[in-house]
T-cell receptor, first 115, second 110 residues
Framework: ETGVTQSPTHLIKTRGQQVTLRCSSQSGHNTVSWYQQALGQGPQFIFQYYREEENGRGNFPPRFSGLQFPNYSSELNVNALELDDSALYLC??????????????FGPGTRLLVL | GQQVMQIPQYQHVQEGEDFTTYCNSSTTLSNIQWYKQRPGGHPVFLIQLVKSGEVKKQKRLTFQFGEAKKNSSLHITATQTTDVGTYFCAGSPNDYKLSFGAGTTVTVRA
């Protein structure tokens, strides 16, 4: 158990809809990273939040957005869902994210299916 | 951009045998991490290597970071059925994100 929780565990949406995924980081961790893991692939970095600010972003379009709250929990929002957005969405918390190299603790993920 | 590649993609191993999976980066890494993901699960951190040429062991698992800090390997001895899963390496080139390889999926024949 990493202490990182995500909700919901599973979600089914239709194309064009919007979705919000939630993540509670491990106690004491101020950094949350979000990843998309398509079936049979490794996790792909979406973005990272450090102390409520976006700290970096991967190659994902602007319809992927996020927030981090004062308690360091985080949300991932995806607008205008596409079929290819179907994936496992993982969040990972770490103690400090700026320098890199920090151990990340993954949550169980949210499985999103877009029909 | 940085790319992390892993080989082989699949590893079918007879129980009791040894195997090695390899990870290569297109750029020099500040550190490399290894994760294991069981079927239907999420990645679980195994280890982090930071120093050039570093070798770390966890029971039957041996992790190595290359001298040039661009490659790494994971060697498992006396494979057991509990070793089933996908092993990912993930590298960080001195910034905020980890770039994951596509993973090596291990199956074990009893």
């Amino acid at each position: 158990e990493t202490g990182v929780t995500q909700s919901p565990t599973h979600l089914i949406k239709t194309r064009g809809q919007q979705v919000t995924l939630r993540c509670s980081s491990q106690s004491g961790h101020n950094t949350v990273s979000w990843y998309q893991q398509a079936l049979g692939q490794g996790p792909q970095f979406i973005f990272q939040y450090y102390r409520e600010e976006e700290n970096g972003r991967g190659n994902f379009p602007p319809r992927f957005s996020g927030l981090q709250f004062p308690n360091y929990s985080s949300e991932l929002n995806v607008n205008a869902l596409e079929l290819d957005d179907s994936a496992l969405y993982l969040c990972a918390s770490s103690l400090e994210g700026l320098a890199g190299g920090e151990t990340q603790y993954f949550g169980p993920g949210t499985r999103l299916l877009v029909l | 951009g940085q790319q992390v590649m892993q080989i082989p993609q699949y590893q079918h191993v007879q129980e009791g045998e040894d195997f090695t999976t390899y990870c290569n980066s297109s750029t020099t890494l500040s550190n490399i991490q290894w994760y294991k993901q069981r079927p239907g699960g999420h990645p679980v951190f195994l280890i982090q290597l930071v120093k050039s040429g570093e070798v770390k062991k966890q029971k039957r698992l041996t992790f190595q970071f290359g001298e040039a800090k661009k490659n790494s390997s994971l060697h498992i001895t006396a494979t057991q059925t509990t070793d089933v899963g996908t092993y990912f390496c993930a590298g960080s080139p001195n910034d905020y994100k980890l770039s994951f390889g596509a993973g090596t999926t291990v199956t074990v024949r009893a």
